[in-house]
């Protein structure tokens, strides 16, 4: 949600009166952030007036004091959520015909405030059963809001039952409404025709392939690959050569395609499935399924990528040498064959094995991979990649099992071909200078900032006081010592649980990366240019790149088949922001509900192990305790600081310690001290499922 330029005037106006989005702690506390206030505003419970946690609110501030700023909330102007999902309960059963009052016991620990449910708002669901209520009525702050039953999810405790919460919860609805659903049945049921390969650049004789998680339906992105030789080239259109190539003699060089699904084909703008796929923003992954944004009869069927049928794709082609320079370049619309499906462990194997299959091919593009891997880190880009877990479950959808995700070479493959793809689209759609004119256009980056100087301050403090020597040139720590440092971690006999706390901590220095229409680069990537073309089955944001990439390449500079008022390019300019505003907050829901699925899978394997002992790590700290991260499963808990009985301990913010404050030792020595990245042994002591928490105790 932004705060408004009409906000900015009323707030010079009515300095007393302030607008802002409002956070709320689990201890019913807002904080308000401002334009105009450095710190947040403090609204204590009685001060809310019905706000809740995400809210866009008008604040009166109250006189001022020598403590800190306090106010309290005089309206809602929008509320960012108006449904919630928990369990369904009653106060007193119905006696002799006498109504029932029902109420919902929300599971979002944000919502401070059950939620009353009149008897005709049921909608046929029964006690004790986790349902989806929508607020329907709040006016008064001293009295709960009226909700009315919109879905029955299931029973609590039920895999699928919080599957569905967890998703509901953060807007996504697993159900597409039936004229979606009919309309992508339509398409699917015409499939490719004729006429749909005019126009095409013809690549089914050229070798394709795709490579994705073996448990993958939607395939959105393949590959081709072709040696060319002098004679290939001369074929090259003059004003895509350069150097002078074509000569006779040269080194042989690669053609290679990213070939993404052509979903801008299929979905129109302002057809019932662009208005859905814009209202879902992103397919979401949750542990044992994915929401997709589009049907599945176009997700995982017509658009899906699929070896031995024919695609229609949208292309970048490239024609590299061997130390991986771009020579030429290609985009356009194309027709593709795939001819085999790899998952990550064969093509890892493929690459690795000389008689795999296409294991020339592959071990080209590997090589090729890993230079432009070696460019993009001498540009300074940071190493984030984090370990991630995976569950085994059973078929009722328990945690049998926690297994670490292995990244290979097949992995960084893709991913270095997919950022090219991203990099050179968002470089051609972005607006130039002509003969020292702007040109007009407009596009959506995908944009990542440079880290704060307060974060990266308190970062260098951290490393320092770990025993790392870093330095800040203009309040940021160079990208290549960030990476030093990692490297230094990933030798035989590296401290791995160290690694990961450094690299914890690096990545709660960075900003988050978001769409916008006003590019700023990539800083993690070290790009200039930086869009999001190669998931459009996932993603809403690469659809419109792919519409504002077909009308590039039909001369149409200022697009405007987009779903956006074509007056000017400062109307389109407004509508893409708002767009990219969106976007990145579905990004976030999105993100939210895939993290909260893998805790309640985490809570749920330790509800099991109740009494069990294992080896942690120290991955955060906070006044009230320590949190502990499993070694093998990453299953974080907390351990509480009253549970640490075997001193009085002082926990110091700057310096990420806990410190025991024993008085009868010798003098010289210190309590026991506690650090981030210590390794610990803990012992389960108790998990809540229905607030995703598990406590730990040390042992």
Known sequence: MKISNGMKKHQKKHSNKLEGIISITAKGTGYVKTLTHKDDIEIDFKHLNTALHGDLVEVTLHAKSHGRTTGEVSKILSRAKKAFAGILETENPAKDGASKLFFLKPDDTKMYTDI??????????KVGEKVFVEIVSWLDSRKAPEGKVVKILGLPGDNDTEMRAIAMEKGFDAELPKKVEEEARKIKQAGIKDADY?????MRRTLTFTIDPADAKDFDDAISFKILRPADLSQTPLHLRKNGEGRRG?????EIGIHIADVSHYVKVNSALDVEARERGMSVYLVDRTIPMLPEVLSNDLCSLVPNKDRLTMSAIFVLDKN?????????RTVIHSRKRFSYEEAEESIKKSNAPLHRELSVLNNLAKKLTKERFAKGAISLDQ???KFVLDKNGAPLKVIKKERGDSNRLIEEFMLLANKKVAEI???????????????????HDLPSKEKMADLAFFLRSLGHKVSLRDGIIPSHEINKLLESFDSKHANTTMRDTVHRAVIRSMAKAIYSTKNIGHYGLAFNFYTHFTSPIRRYPDIIIHRLLGDYLAKNKAPTKVGVPTASVGNKLLEYEKMSLIASEQEKRASDAERASIKYKQVEYMSARLGETFHGVISGMTEWGIYVEEVETKCEGLVRMRDMQDDFYVFNEKKLEMM????????????????LGDKVKIKVKGVDLERKTIDYVLV
Request: hydrophobic residues 25%.
């Open 429 to 447: 759609l972005s607006p130039k200078k002509i003969k020292g004119r702007a040109e007009e256009g407009v596009s959506i980056y995908r944009v």
């Open 116 to 125: 009353l449910i009149p008897q005709n708002m049921v909608h046929g669901a």
């Open 324 to 332: 991986a320079n771009v020579k030429s370049e290609w985009y356009g």
């Open 660 to 675: 025991g404050q024993k008085k009868n030792l010798p003098a010289g020595r210190q309590g026991k001290k506690y650090r």
């Open 198 to 202: 005019d126009g095409r650049r013809d």
């Open 250 to 254: 040269e080194e042989e060089l690669y």
């Open 387 to 389: 370990e991630e877990v």
